[in-house]
Every structure is written in structure tokens, then in C-alpha cells.
């Protein structure tokens, strides 16, 4: 029997495509905007947020589409964190428009990335999950139980997005119930990081609001805390991919 060729296989050839596509994009990028976006990104991550607002306020009309298309490349990277811009998009837009706008444009960043991430290593973690039974009934219940971890897991303010993602898109959950999580969850997260940056930034105006807030968030990492001692689900799943001792 001739062997297969790697354009022959399904998985080999989508993970090619994604590949080819994520390639092309980053050199038409560069290409007509390099500078540009290497000044926008370079801002986004610098943590300087009165810069960055100012910088998208010079786009004036284009400012929210700039910070929008920003914000989901910068998620779907999933490497550098977002929190930054979403603090800009409270500055320049307000609270209520500022949290919408980063909302959407996290929770399509972190969808993009899930899919790639997925097609690219899916397959591999497949192989290495069908040789461990504990792997096996972990990636089983994550996919009946993917949507509830998810979307509690997006619900923690600060936590690295991408770790979760990457969990995400080797574990069996579905995209759509992957996309479903992650907007029920981003919202109180993105909400909470938006307003709080907001808050730093004007600590004379807002500093019992602000106060208020941390505690919410200190609270919520308490909740976590406990929830994660008393899950053997959740705590099966940090210890297989973090390498955690119970």
C-alpha cells in the first residue's frame, strides 16, 4: 500500500492550511503596516495606558475599530496580556461601551486562538491522552463538562488567557460550546479589568469604588481557591497540565 501523502490527510493537510493562513497574515501585516502595528503593539504592551489612549484617539473615527482589531490580535497571540488596552477602551469610550468593546474583541481573540491551537495540536495530545486512563477520563469529562469549567474558568479576572485557551483546544470540548463559555465568562472578568484599570488611572474620582472592586476580585480568587480544593475535576485538570501535587 503506497504511503499517504501529508496533503492526503485531513488532519495533516488543516493543520498546513492553518498554518499557510496565520503565515500570510502576519506578512501582509507587515508588509503595508508594519511600522504602524509594531508602534501599536509596542504601546499595548508597554503598560503605559495614557500613551495608548492617546495614541487611539488620534485614529479620532477609526479609534474603536483600531482598538477592536488590536485587542483580538493581541488575544489571539496569547502571549502578552490584553489588560492594558481594555483599560484605554474605559478611558476613550466610557465604561459601558469600553467594557462591550472589550468583550467582543477578547472573546473573538481567544476563539481564534482555540482554533488554531486545536487544529495544530489536538492530534498530538489525542495520542499522548489515548496512553494514560487517567488523561483519557479527564479529556471525557471535558468534553461533557467543558462549557461549565470553561466558562467558570473565563469567569477569574487577570488569569493568563492563554493557558486556558491552550487547555481549551486540546481538551474534547466543542467550538461551540467553547465559544458559549467564553462569552458568558469573559463578561464579568473583561467588566471587572476594564473598570478597575479605569479606576487606577482616576484614584482621586473613583478610590472607594476602587477599593470596592478588589475586594470583589480577592473574593472571587478566594472562591476559586476553595471551589479548586473541593473539585477533583478541576484539580485533576491543573495538576495534569501544571504539574501540581495533591
Not at 154 to 183: E, H, Q, W
Not at 220 to 241: H, P
Amino acid at each position: 500500500m503506497p504511503e499517504e501523502k501529508w496533503y492526503q490527510n485531513p488532519e495533516k493537510a488543516s493543520q498546513a492550511a492553518a498554518v499557510i493562513i496565520l503565515a500570510l497574515a502576519a506578512l501582509l501585516t507587515w508588509l503595508f503596516a508594519g511600522e504602524e502595528v509594531k508602534k501599536m503593539f509596542a504601546l499595548a504592551v508597554s503598560g503605559d495606558v495614557e500613551a495608548l489612549a492617546a495614541y487611539f484617539r488620534s485614529f479620532g473615527a477609526w479609534a474603536m475599530l483600531i482598538s477592536f482589531l488590536l485587542d483580538v490580535l493581541i488575544n489571539a497571540g496569547s502571549i502578552f496580556p490584553s489588560i492594558f488596552i481594555s483599560t484605554a477602551n474605559g478611558l476613550i469610550f466610557g465604561l459601558p461601551l469600553g467594557i462591550l468593546i472589550s468583550w467582543l474583541a477578547e472573546t473573538t481573540g481567544v476563539v481564534i486562538s482555540f482554533w488554531l491551537m486545536r487544529y495544530l495540536f489536538r492530534g498530538a495530545a489525542e495520542k499522548m491522552i489515548a496512553k494514560s486512563p487517567m488523561l483519557m477520563k479527564i479529556d471525557d469529562l471535558s468534553g461533557r463538562k467543558g462549557l461549565q469549567w470553561m466558562a467558570a474558568a473565563r469567569m477569574l479576572p487577570y488569569f493568563p488567557s492563554g493557558i486556558l485557551t491552550a487547555i481549551g483546544a486540546v481538551s474534547k470540548i466543542s467550538t461551540r460550546d467553547y465559544i458559549i463559555a467564553n462569552l458568558i465568562g469573559k463578561f464579568p472578568s473583561t467588566a471587572l479589568e476594564v473598570v478597575i484599570g479605569h479606576d487606577i488611572v482616576n484614584f482621586q474620582q473613583h478610590s472607594e469604588r476602587l477599593a470596592v472592586l478588589v475586594t470583589v476580585a480577592i473574593l472571587i480568587f478566594a472562591a476559586y481557591k476553595y471551589y479548586y480544593k473541593n473539585n477533583s475535576f478541576l484539580l485533576a485538570l491543573c495538576c495534569v497540565f501544571f504539574g501540581c501535587k495533591v
